[in-house]
């Protein structure tokens, strides 16, 4: 087997796709003409391999009847990480034991349905808590920065095998899409319950301790996998009075910003004033055009994050008396909006004090003050983005997609001055890149605090163990050492592996 690469127009790319076996696909627009490059599987000969031949994507994942197995492995927590630790422990032969606190999937939509329509949020069932953790209605764009942690493709296959479309096998940014990964996270779970695994919904871990009395009892030598994410912060206070090592770590908390999409098709794709495409089925071929900004004010990065096009704007918080919005799209990537957080950078020395849970008290203060101008609970107050960088107050507000609904607020006047000046200056600054972004079309929601994890729970870097608790295995988002879905399931499978090789 061979392959050859590409670079041709949206159109011949699309086309070759349908056909033929890809192995890379990305679109550049950094021209004015749009061109994708594109990576054909062929055999020896060079000619293309049919897209439905019998070769096999991947090999298939090996799961072992683990029902009796002589080891277990305790897993706090059924977000990426805890399921790919889980799925890793069935591959070699370990029983996994999963405690999660949230609901499973099914009972989870209707808490989330709830919420949306603004009937009241479920503090231990939302969009963070739950069969899958904050993966579940995520977006489900499918990649990660880091290239070293380990066998990124083998999570892209895993997600495939479990129901995930091919391109995630191949994009430079796969996307699952929020209507299609709740099914891919309920096909994991039957997967761990049908080799022997356990999963307890709706069962809060509160104390480390008592953990161990019920569950070690003789096997004083069971290790345990802590994959809480990063909204459990009542779960940090609970290992904190438990004598756990924390850190507190920098991460990033801003507002959550809607354009219309046609709008950033037009800026990104570089479209005429009409906003229409040469060729109208550009955006079948390539997708709604997305973007990846960032900036530098006053010593801070200040970036977008996390950019849905065609997507809508979630409430994402885990608290009552707190505001918190994020973004997900379908998989067709559809609606008529194009969201992304916009984020400031804040570092552990911007916090005062030493307290290593400070930077949740920062988070917390912030979602009291968006829920406060909210004026009434997950209503998020929100500003034309022109009127926000101008000082302005909003009359009116564009229409958003942010179901719960939205209410006119000065962000610019309560946001903290090294949070909302910074983002003043980033809009300009990205405006000069792409001008008509800063655009009172476009309009920002408060707040956007639970980006990254503002807590890190040390491990040794050989064995992954916490650096004062051994058999704790810290992994995922909430650790402090992934960002992501796909970093986070990394992470997750390699504190399987370290834990399975203790023995
Ligand atoms: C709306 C939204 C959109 C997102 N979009 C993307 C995206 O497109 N791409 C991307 O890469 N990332 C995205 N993310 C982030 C991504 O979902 C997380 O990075 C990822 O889920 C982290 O995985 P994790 O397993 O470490 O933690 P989580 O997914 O947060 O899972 C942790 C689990 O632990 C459980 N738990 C916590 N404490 C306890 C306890 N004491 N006892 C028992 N259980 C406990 C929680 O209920 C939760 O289910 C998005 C997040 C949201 C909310």
Not at 314 to 321: D, F, K, M, T, Y
Not at 425 to 453: C, H
Request: overall charge negative; hydrophobic content about 35%; some cysteine.
């Amino acid at each position: 087997m061979d392959q050859v690469q590409l670079i041709l127009s949206p159109k011949e790319a699309y086309e070759l796709a349908q056909q033929f076996r890809v192995v890379k696909r990305s679109v550049d627009a950094r021209q004015r003409e749009l061109k994708v490059h594109l990576t054909l599987l062929t055999d020896d000969e060079g000619r293309y391999i049919p897209r439905d031949s019998a070769i096999p994507l991947y090999p298939a994942p090996q799961w072992q009847d683990v029902h009796n197995a002589s080891h277990e492995v305790i897993i706090i927590g059924a977000g990426p990480a805890g399921l790919f630790a889980a799925l890793t422990c069935i591959e070699h032969g370990v029983r996994p034991i999963i405690y999660e606190r949230g609901k499973e999937v099914s009972e989870r939509k209707r808490d989330i349905a709830l919420l949306n329509r603004n009937e009241g949020l479920n503090p231990e069932s939302n969009y963070c808590f739950g069969e899958g953790g904050a993966g579940t209605f995520s977006d489900g764009k499918l990649f990660s920065r880091s290239k070293k942690r380990g066998d990124m493709q083998r999570v892209m296959e895993l997600f495939h095998y479990f129901g995930a479309p091919d391109t995630v096998l191949y994009e430079a940014h796969a996307h699952i899409g929020s209507d299609k990964l709740p099914g891919i996270i309920r096909r994991m779970c039957e997967c761990i319950l049908a080799h022997g695994g356990e999963i307890h919904f709706e069962t809060c871990v509160t104390s480390l301790e008592e953990l161990k009395i019920q569950n070690y009892k003789l096997k004083i030598d069971t290790p345990v996998i802590l994959a809480i994410g990063h909204s459990a912060h009542d779960t940090y206070r609970m290992l904190y009075n438990e004598g756990v090592a924390l850190e507190t770590k920098g991460f990033a908390m801003g507002v959550r910003c809607e354009h219309p999409q046609a709008l950033i098709n037009q800026l990104m794709f570089h479209l005429d004033e009409s906003r229409k495409t040469k060729d109208e089925r550009l955006i079948d071929y390539v997708g709604n055009a997305s973007y990846s900004l960032v900036t530098q004010v006053n010593g801070r990065g200040v970036y977008s994050f996390c950019m849905c096009p065609g997507g809508h704007i979630v409430p994402a918080g885990s608290e009552p008396n707190g505001c918190v919005v994020n973004g997900m799209s379908a998989s067709h990537r559809n609606s008529p909006y194009a969201n992304s957080g916009m984020v400031v950078q804040i570092n552990p020395e911007d916090i005062p004090g030493n307290d290593p849970l400070r930077g949740l008290a920062m988070q917390e203060e912030l979602e009291r003050l968006a829920f406060e101008h909210g004026q009434t609970p997950n209503i998020a107050p929100a500003q034309r983005l022109k009127d926000f960088v101008e000082g302005k107050e909003s009359k009116t507000i564009p229409e958003c997609s942010y179901l719960p609904g939205i209410v006119s607020s000065r962000l610019d006047q309560w946001l903290p001055a090294h949070i909302g000046r910074r983002l003043q200056q980033g809009f300009r600054d990205f405006d000069r890149k792409y001008p008509g972004f800063l655009t009172n079309e476009a309009v920002i929601l408060g707040v956007e605090s639970r980006s990254s994890s503002a807590v890190r729970i040390p491990r040794d870097r050989e064995t992954m163990q916490s650096i004062s608790t051994p058999l704790l295995y810290p992994c995922g988002e909430g650790a402090g050492y992934a960002g992501g879905i796909t970093s986070s399931a990394l992470d997750g499978i390699n504190a399987a592996k370290a834990a399975i090789g203790n023995w």
